[in-house]
């Protein structure tokens, strides 16, 4: 359903380890139309119901950092985060400049298909935390990602 990813100082030491090898059918997906087609349009939509929001937000209220920067992997017009709680800046990255311009929560954005380049265009260790949720299942190269 989701995945949350919270800064580690071990996670510091992964940039030197291989990358394991999988292969190329494993992160097929059944349609393989280019993302951006797709992402064309915005699509305000919720891509999950209120059970599970309610339990993406208790998990980042759990996780994230309060007062702390964060990146939102994947990001849409809206990020889940709990409402009661101030983060000092988050910073989204997705497909859609509109439905990211249009988050409340994002300090801000940055548009990438993360299938097209892998890399994120951010320093080492700028973030207090980073989530991604309902989304890591449409990475091609997710590994890559989430290094």
């Known amino acids: 359903m989701s995945a949350l990813l919270c800064s580690h100082p071990l996670n510091r030491t992964m940039d030197s380890e291989p990358i394991p090898s999988f292969p190329r059918e494993a992160f097929r997906r059944q349609d393989e139309t280019p993302d951006a087609q797709f992402y064309h349009f915005p699509r305000f939509v919720t891509h999950i119901d209120e059970g599970a929001i309610a339990a993406v937000t208790q998990l980042y209220r759990d996780y994230l950092p309060a007062g702390g920067v964060l990146?939102?992997?994947?990001?849409?017009?809206?990020?889940?985060?709990?409402?009661?709680i101030a983060y000092s800046r988050v910073v989204g990255l997705g497909m859609n400049e509109q439905e990211l311009r249009a988050n409340p929560r994002l300090?801000?954005?940055?548009?990438?298909?993360?299938?097209?380049?892998?890399?994120?265009?951010?320093?080492s260790a700028a973030f207090d935390g980073t989530m991604i949720c309902v989304s890591i299942d449409y990475l091609t190269k997710p590994v890559e990602v989430l290094r």
Do not use: R
């Open 71 to 84: 990146l939102d992997l994947m990001s849409s017009w809206v990020s889940h985060l709990p409402a009661e």
């Open 107 to 123: 300090a801000d954005y940055v548009v990438q298909d993360l299938n097209q380049n892998p890399q994120l265009p951010f320093e």
